[in-house]
């Protein structure tokens, strides 16, 4: 048993030592403000310390062969292949809350992506690709300033048509900045003719990655010497797509309930003009500031100028 896991069994051991005393025996103790006799304590039965190792430090899946991602086979087939996915395999199982976030997010925002990757004609396997980018977590801000379910940079949204200012920042538009992402993934599939090089150009830059598959003569960035960041990032997608698709394999029992529920909206408010109060907008639709707040988040003020008169869709939570 390692030292941390005996640590936690010993300290909950101690808080459930069952207490058998009666009065005020000689030699009794106080503990916490009970009355106990050392001579008057339960046996405690030996423990099977393998058992709980396997309780508290689950093992990571082992390497499969392959990994079939957007419709391509991806074979692990080197020791150099094995170890890089195994390496995001362990990070994915002991990264346990940033993991156990992600699983329970899933369902909510995964219903209102894949559909917008169906319509674009992207394979759905690249919605892991956002897995990684933002751990789904809708308000992710990087250090350097990338935004979003799919971390955008401020010119790289703007040049793929969402707006970025400090009233609106459509990066935080969870079907806008899908989209956007659609129209890069695809001009990238359409550049290199594989998913996993237009996944990687996303992390890399298109660019970049069409000069060093020349450089290197190779076809897919899978096969390319890359910057560490990159090529981490191409097998932390397939480790995703093995942690979605089995999370008890990594050691996660996420019951059905506990999984967050799809955003529902009981209005679609399409608005042409300014709102000088969000919270008198909030309000008129019988919900608080603080929910209409979440449930739009690439509003960033608590007005609306809108000066350009420019068509937006404002949803009203539940």
């Known amino acids: 048993m390692s030292s941390s896991?005996?640590?936690?069994?010993?300290?909950?051991?101690?808080?459930?030592?069952?207490?058998?005393?009666t009065g005020q025996p000689v030699g009794?103790?106080?503990?916490?403000?009970?009355?106990?006799?050392?001579?008057?304590?339960l046996v405690v039965p030996q423990v099977d310390e393998v058992q709980i190792e396997k309780d508290y430090h689950p093992r990571p899946p082992q390497v499969p062969e392959y990994?079939?991602?957007?419709?391509d086979t991806f074979r692990f087939d080197r020791p150099d292949l094995r170890e890089r996915m195994d390496r995001e395999l362990i990070?994915?199982?002991?990264?346990?809350?940033t993991t156990t976030l992600m699983l329970k997010r899933s369902r909510r925002y995964f219903a209102r992506?894949?559909?917008?990757?169906?319509?674009?004609?992207?394979?759905?396997?690249?919605?892991?690709?956002?897995v990684i980018e933002s751990n789904l977590d809708p308000k992710s801000r990087s250090?350097?300033?990338?935004?979003?379910?799919?971390?955008?940079?401020?010119?790289?949204?703007?040049?793929?048509?969402?707006?970025?200012?400090n009233e609106v920042d459509e990066r935080y538009n969870i079907e806008k900045a899908t989209a956007?992402?659609?129209?890069?993934?695809?001009?990238?599939y359409s550049m290199f003719g594989d998913w996993m090089t237009a996944a990687a150009s996303y992390n890399h830059g298109q660019d970049n990655v069409r000069k060093r598959l020349e450089a290197q003569r190779q076809k897919r960035?899978?096969?390319?010497?890359?910057?560490?960041?990159t090529t981490r990032y191409m097998f932390r997608i397939l480790a995703a797509k093995m942690l979605f698709d089995d999370p008890a394999a990594f050691g996660f029992d996420i019951r059905d309930e506990e999984y967050y529920p799809v955003d529902e909206f009981s209005h679609h408010v399409v608005v042409r003009g300014e709102i000088p109060s969000l919270v008198d907008f909030a309000l008129q639709y019988g919900v608080t500031y603080a929910a209409l707040k979440a449930a739009n988040l690439w509003l960033r003020d608590d007005k609306l100028t809108n000066s350009r008169k420019k068509e937006y869709e404002i949803l009203i939570p539940m």
């Open 5 to 21: 896991v005996r640590q936690i069994f010993l300290s909950s051991l101690v808080t459930a030592v069952f207490l058998v005393s």
């Open 28 to 41: 009794a103790q106080q503990y916490r403000g009970v009355n106990y006799d050392r001579q008057s304590l």
């Open 67 to 71: 990994v079939v991602f957007a419709g």
């Open 91 to 97: 990070a994915f199982t002991y990264m346990h809350a």
């Open 113 to 130: 992506v894949e559909p917008i990757l169906r319509r674009n004609g992207i394979p759905v396997d690249l919605k892991y690709l956002m």
């Open 143 to 165: 250090s350097v300033g990338a935004a979003g379910l799919w971390q955008f940079m401020k010119a790289t949204g703007q040049h793929y048509g969402l707006e970025v200012g």
């Open 180 to 188: 956007a992402a659609c129209t890069y993934l695809g001009e990238s």
């Open 221 to 229: 960035a899978f096969d390319l010497w890359m910057p560490e960041e």
